[in-house]
């Protein structure tokens, strides 16, 4: 994950990324599991640095979703 | 009629499973005038693994078979006045027992002081030992309440809950269906919003959920193409509040010609959520449908449901009066006069 963790600025891309499609995106971290599509939640979670999320995918658009989220993490949020 | 919905699906249950020593006591200090007697930390690393406490009377008195070391114990008057009855040698034999247990903490109430002898066993077993001035039975039960709130199941809980007229609503549905947003018209009309967006529920006792946002976001929210905005800030401090007993469910859904809603609210939809049954209403939605409104009527609706008027029933009950008179009116007969109608040579 990206050195400052997952601020607002990712955090907001990533809900639109989200929301693009019709599968439910859920992220779960520390038993917690917020809707991947809602700005307030992902910010809620105040992921840090090297810390481990869950992702899961449900839904008709879900391996394009994760595929495409995946992408978004693994780049560092395109801040790397 | 009561249907009990599939509990909420894709939520997950986090449960603690211990707190720390250290933890309890910063948590119930000033709660409830809780005061370490051990120096430094010494204890402050064990682990509470249980809801419940325990008053160790009968295992100072040596029967400890049953003997529920692993909760915390409360020592009161009752105690420590039967410790301070034995003689020297007893005393130290029955305490030298006890500590050999491994104890999470002892709690002492009625600022009962204990003995160097007590303290020494302490500290050599690495157990905290705490005073409060609080009466035994006062501490006992805050005490529990503390530690059951503590190890209680909770969810975190995609939707917006909103204080209404003192009823918990608590709407959910889709993302962008619009939950926000009448969170928000709800606020402007004078209700209070516990949390939107992120709401974290916790079973309380039984059959009694709570509901409040979290330490971070509390009463932040996203209203689409605005942004960020807090509520506290702009609407003031009676537009919120930290939480509420989750009272009934809004499901906000689009409006579709396939689906059914009720039409009398004679049949009462429940939904498990953590195992208690809440009331769950589903709310279709179109344009131009005042859902704001509607939620100021679902609650004040519940209200005189809880104080004893269901309109519903009321109605029907009227319907089946007036059917009865009219039938009584047509044919001159008193209808269900007998439980049986006549019956051919029927002597037996």
Request: net charge neutral.
């Amino acid at each position: 994950m990206n050195k400052a963790g997952m601020h607002t600025r990712p955090a907001s891309l990533l809900v639109k990324i989200a929301s693009r499609f019709k599968a439910d995106f859920y992220i779960i971290k520390d038993g917690f599991q917020i809707n991947g599509k809602s700005i307030i939640g992902v910010m809620s979670l105040a992921a840090e640095y090297g810390s481990t999320v869950t992702l899961t995918f449900d839904g008709p658009d879900e391996s394009k979703a994760a595929a495409e989220i995946t992408k978004f993490f693994e780049e560092g949020f395109g801040e790397l | 009629m009561k249907e009990v919905l599939q509990s909420l699906q894709n939520v997950q249950e986090i449960i603690k499973e211990s707190i720390s020593v250290e933890y309890f006591y910063q948590a119930c200090k000033n709660r409830f005038k809780l005061s370490k007697l051990t120096d430094g930390d010494i204890g402050l690393d064990k682990i509470i693994k249980d809801r419940n406490i325990h008053r160790p009377g009968l295992a100072l008195a040596g029967y400890t078979k049953l003997f529920t070391f692993e909760r915390v114990q409360i020592l009161g008057n009752t105690e420590v006045r039967y410790l301070k009855h034995l003689s020297k040698k007893e005393r130290s034999k029955v305490l030298r027992k006890f500590f050999s247990f491994d104890i999470p903490c002892v709690c002492l109430t009625f600022d009962n002081k204990p003995t160097e002898e007590f303290m020494e066993l302490a500290v050599k077993n690495n157990t905290a030992v705490f005073i409060s001035p609080l009466p035994t039975t006062k501490f006992a039960y805050f005490i529990s309440d503390f530690l059951d709130d503590q190890f209680s199941p909770q969810i975190a809980l995609h939707g917006s809950f909103v204080d209404v007229y003192g009823v918990g609503l608590l709407f959910y549905g889709r993302s962008g269906i619009g939950k926000s947003e009448i969170a928000l018209d709800l606020i402007e009309r004078g209700h209070r919003l516990v949390s939107d967006d992120v709401v974290m529920i916790s079973r309380k006792g039984e059959g009694i959920l709570m509901g409040s946002g979290t330490d971070l976001v509390k009463h932040f929210m996203e209203i689409r193409g605005l942004g960020i905005i807090d509520v506290r800030s702009i609407f003031g401090i009676r537009a919120i509040r930290f939480q509420k007993r989750v009272e009934l469910i809004v499901n906000l859904e689009e409006w579709s010609a396939k689906k059914e809603y009720t039409r009398t609210g004679l049949d009462e939809s429940l939904i498990s959520v953590l195992g208690v049954e809440i009331p769950f209403i589903r709310l279709p939605i179109f344009p131009g449908k005042n859902i704001t409104v509607i939620s100021e009527v679902i609650a004040l609706n519940y209200l005189c449901k809880h104080y004893g008027y269901d309109a519903a029933k009321t109605l029907s009950g009227k319907l089946d009066d007036a059917l009865r008179k009219k039938y009584k009116q047509k044919t001159g007969n008193v209808e269900f006069e007998r439980s049986v109608e006549y019956l051919e040579h029927d002597f037996e």
